[in-house]
């Protein structure tokens, strides 16, 4: 059905598309996903909390999945060692966590314009020195973006 799709879309699109399009149909290693986000107003109900792409899957474009997830985790253990009611550890988490997840997920653009040039920097950004002097911008951004609490004291106990 994918493959169909693509046929269908790209059928006039000219220059090298027909031979693309006449070896798809016969490719084994294909594959097609849709991309999408997790935006939630809470982390958090009753005695249940989630993390990772359960929680503010930030999409395969940003590179961010397995950081918020791993940051997200860190700061759940740590608040949950910190604070004997999970309540009070899990708005902790949500306090800490919701500045970095909201810049993470801020590479979607939500208008019209935005979503051309998204499609023309993605475009762009295909080309292998281009990826690599972007993963190094960043890199640089979002290293330093939230600080860690330090549960130091948790694990001594």
Known sequence: M?????????????????????????????????????????????????????????SPITGMGTTLARVGAYILA????????????????ETLMRPYVTKAQKIFPETHM?????????????????MRLIEKLVKSKTDDTISLPDYETILAQ
């Open 2 to 58: 994918q493959k169909e799709l693509l046929q269908k879309l790209f059928a006039d699109a000219g220059f090298e598309t027909p031979r693309v399009l006449k070896d798809l149909k016969n490719a084994k290693d294909f594959y097609f996903e849709a991309i999408g986000q997790v935006k939630m107003d809470q982390r958090s109900q009753g005695r249940v909390a989630l993390v990772g792409d359960a929680s503010y899957c930030p």
């Open 78 to 93: 740590g608040e949950l060692g910190r604070n004997q009611d999970h309540k009070e550890a899990f708005k902790k988490y």
């Open 114 to 130: 935005g979503i051309r040039f998204r499609n023309a920097a993605l475009s762009f950004v295909a080309r292998p020195t281009v």
